[in-house]
């Protein structure tokens, strides 16, 4: 039979307060996304009537959004950050897999040997000129590979992806070795339908960080047509041109100021994101569960 408390008054209100403070935060965390999207579509002339601070627009207006999609420049970027964060994904998921996999296998020969070496990678890296060496040296430069395969395996995603393979039953992988699957059988058919929550998981990590990356594609490519959407976005802030930025004449910019353009560059950034997490948000949760305890 369930036991129910009386809560008093003092519980009440601290309650309350701590509800109130919760709000608060993520109002205070909000409003500079709510504030971008409201500018990207707001006559800027309305923006400056009142001092930069507007919080309801009265007008509405896509001429920021049709500049950057009529440029060229931000729809090609687009698809190769797109190209790059699917591509680059399926990559990461492939290969932290297999290495994962077989490092749970504690009869794997040489297997301390190897987790010395790749947790040695979280305490020391191999720096960044040498890096841009290796990247140089092996024809990677002006690819879209040198966006994808210098950061194939996260060794913190790595680890986790074996500590969650590590506490899956063993009886299960016995009993379809038994039924005669190998080992990649085995991994194909019984591990990794067991393993969606996790793969979901390191899946929105390693796509979020390949969509928002933007220091590989300004330190390894030259061919601007090859700048993912953060690169350019970067260039546009940085720049004391965007219609330079963007490749359109400067005359169909005169009505629009470059606050507005940048705003609606922002905007088409982040909304991939916002739309693709609340279908992975129920896999996140129970990802995020891994090592925590349970009883």
Not at 170 to 199: F, H, R, W
Request: proline letters at 6%; a positive charge; hydrophobic letters at 50%.
């Amino acid at each position: 039979m369930p036991v129910l408390f009386k809560r008093s008054w003092s519980d009440r209100i601290v309650d309350g307060g701590i509800y109130s403070m919760l709000a608060l935060f993520g109002l205070l965390t909000l409003f500079p996304l709510y504030y971008v999207v409201i500018v990207s579509f707001t006559p800027y002339t309305e923006v400056l009537r009142n001092g930069g601070f507007l919080l309801v627009p009265h007008k509405f207006t896509l001429d920021a959004f049709k500049v950057i999609f009529t440029s060229g420049v931000v729809p090609k970027a687009l698809g190769v950050t797109v190209l790059v964060t699917v591509l680059g994904t399926a990559l990461n998921l492939l290969v932290t897999t297999l290495l994962a996999y077989s490092l749970s296998k504690k009869f794997l020969p040489g297997r301390n040997v190897v987790l010395m070496g790749i947790v040695f990678t979280m305490l020391f890296s191999g720096g960044l000129i040498p890096t841009f060496l290796t990247v140089k040296m092996t024809g990677l430069m002006n690819t879209i590979w040198a966006l994808i395969i210098p950061g194939l395996v996260s060794t913190f995603n790595m680890l986790i992806m074996k500590t969650y393979f590590e506490s899956l039953p063993q009886e299960v992988e016995e009993a379809a070795k038994v039924d005669g699957c190998g080992d990649l059988a085995t991994l194909v058919k019984i591990v990794l339908p067991l393993s969606m929550p996790i793969m979901a998981t390191l899946g929105l990590f390693y796509g979020v960080t390949h969509w928002n990356a933007y220091f590989p594609g300004i330190m390894y490519l030259n061919d601007r047509s090859l700048y993912p959407l953060q690169v350019v976005l970067r260039n546009m802030i940085i720049t004391p041109s965007v219609s330079q930025e963007l490749a359109v004449p400067q005359t169909q910019l005169s009505a629009l100021p470059p606050e507005s353009i940048k705003m609606a560059t922002v905007v088409v950034a982040i909304v991939p994101v916002m739309i693709v997490y609340p279908f992975l948000q129920k896999y996140f949760i129970k990802g995020m569960m891994i090592g925590a305890v349970k009883g």
